[in-house]
């Protein structure tokens, strides 16, 4: 089978991702009861409806918000609410019918051929983020869809590219795209109120030249033992602010504020908001999505004196 993730950043910050030093590390298996759940469908329908959220219920859920931040580093949110079920699944089938193309095909959507990285990653060529270590995986990037005009040396705006080869792959891939950009927009104005900084804190960056990637990232199964050079993805920090990340198959290992590595459990109903690490030997895709802000964000300390939460 083809396991699946939705993954998507929020970049408060330009710079390299960093990582840390096992190649391939452990993680201790949780249970689903065991990560923080913030229901925040309240927020995305009042942002959707144009309506205002009783206060009480505002502050609830900046509350918990901050304390999954503050305990845990990273949190859960239901789907239902914020992201239709349906999109989810419509864009993982689109996903793994791209992935099922013959190699010579998916080359035309090679991401050195285009100008602004958009596009496939075949398998071995993603950035494994460590020295001597291969990242077992096929991915494709894709972005905010501008004109060709907004193509620039030095940066990663412009237009997607589309493979005709798969029906409604523009169509549902790009609609999820979307709808996770409204969750990330809800996101952001919510982390900056949580901080008790004005709402537009984090948003007023945010506009259409916001570099903001979705990736699809498949994972093949594994038959055979696998090497330590040869991992899903090594350990490493995103220089993002948030990653939203859905998952269909064992694997998403995260780091929490005591050090400690945790194996996410899959949940079709769920979304990760965290920084994540990915390993694992089953099958599995990960659509990702980067929220970003331009890339002349210059980002500096908060008027309260708080350097992290």
């Known amino acids: 089978m083809w396991s699946a993730r939705l993954r998507c950043q929020s970049r408060a910050a330009l710079g390299a991702r960093s990582f840390s030093s096992p190649r391939v590390m452990t993680a201790s298996k949780v249970a689903l009861q065991q990560l923080p759940l913030v229901d925040v469908s309240p927020l ?23 304390s999954a931040c503050i ?16 999109l989810i699944q419509a864009a993982y089938r689109r996903a793994d019918e791209f992935i099922a193309l013959p190699d010579p095909i998916k080359q ?20 494994s983020y460590q020295p001597d270590v291969v990242s077992h995986l096929e991915g494709f990037d894709l972005a905010r869809e501008l004109p060709e005009t907004y193509v620039k040396e030095g940066s990663s705006l412009g237009p997607n590219v589309w493979p005709v080869e798969v029906p ?14 409204k969750l990330s927009t809800v996101l952001f104005k919510s982390f900056a109120e949580m901080l008790g900084l004005p709402a537009d804190t984090f948003l007023q960056h945010v506009d259409e030249e916001a570099e903001a990637f979705m990736g699809l990232l498949t994972y ?18 995103d220089f993002e602010c948030f990653t939203i990340i859905h998952q269909n198959g064992e694997g998403l290992h995260l780091i929490n504020r005591q050090g400690v590595w945790v194996e996410a459990p899959v949940c079709d109903d769920r979304y990760t908001i965290a920084r994540v690490d990915l390993n694992g030997d089953q099958s599995r895709t990960n659509v990702g999505f980067p929220s970003t802000g331009s890339s002349s964000w210059l980002v500096t ?9």
């Open 44 to 66: 995305v329908e009042a942002a959707n409806s144009g309506r205002s959220l009783a206060p009480e219920t505002k502050r609830q859920i900046l509350d918990d918000m901050r």
């Open 71 to 86: 305990e845990t580093g990273f949190f859960t949110v239901p789907t239902e609410g914020v992201l239709s079920n349906q």
């Open 108 to 127: 035309k959507y090679h991401c050195k051929r285009s100008p602004n990285a958009r596009g496939w990653t075949p398998m071995f060529e993603e950035p």
């Open 168 to 181: 409604r792959f523009r169509e549902d891939v790009y609609a999820l795209y979307e709808e996770t950009t």
């Open 220 to 237: 093949p199964e594994t038959v055979a033992a696998v090497k330590n050079s040869t991992v899903g993805i090594a350990s490493h920090t």
């Open 301 to 309: 300390c908060s008027s309260t004196g708080r350097t992290e939460f």
